[in-house]
């Protein structure tokens, strides 16, 4: 018996995976508690994993080299996690405060990018709409 394929029905699914990006989402570390640090791990639309440090949001943050991206997230009633915005790690207290403003309540801080090129591209994929990374000029 052959198989007949609905070759309408099957463009549409490959049309409708094009328009709907998977889902950007934080997904729990097993092991946090043998750590110092809290981590934590975010999918991009990508697929790509990002593992980040977790630390409250405040206002006197340290100002670091800049190396790094930092993700102001907020939660849900229901623990679910989702990033309000994302800067360099250098940006200051204004940018912290529109976070906090924006209800964020932690800072997910990722160092594992070399330079502006590879902080836009983590930037774009953790992003559910396109953002303009701006930080702080002092």
Excluded: K
């Excluded at 930092?70 to 200051?92: C, E, K, L, M, Q």
């Amino acid at each position: 018996m052959r198989r007949q394929l609905a070759w309408r029905q099957a463009l549409s699914d490959l049309r409708a995976d094009r328009v709907t990006p998977p889902e950007i989402r934080e997904v729990p570390i097993d092991g946090n508690r043998r750590c110092r640090e809290v981590l934590s791990c975010w999918r991009g639309r990508s697929g790509r994993r990002y593992v980040v440090q977790v630390h409250r949001l405040e206002y006197d943050w340290p100002v670091r080299a800049g190396a790094g991206l930092a993700f102001a997230v907020s939660r849900g009633a229901n623990g679910r996690g989702t990033i309000v915005a994302i800067a360099p790690d250098s940006a200051g207290p204004s940018w912290r405060g529109r976070a906090w403003d924006a209800g964020a309540r932690e800072l997910h801080v990722y160092t594992l990018v070399d330079d502006a090129t590879g902080r836009a591209e983590v930037a774009l994929d953790l992003m559910p709409e396109p953002i303009a990374m701006r930080p702080e000029r002092a």
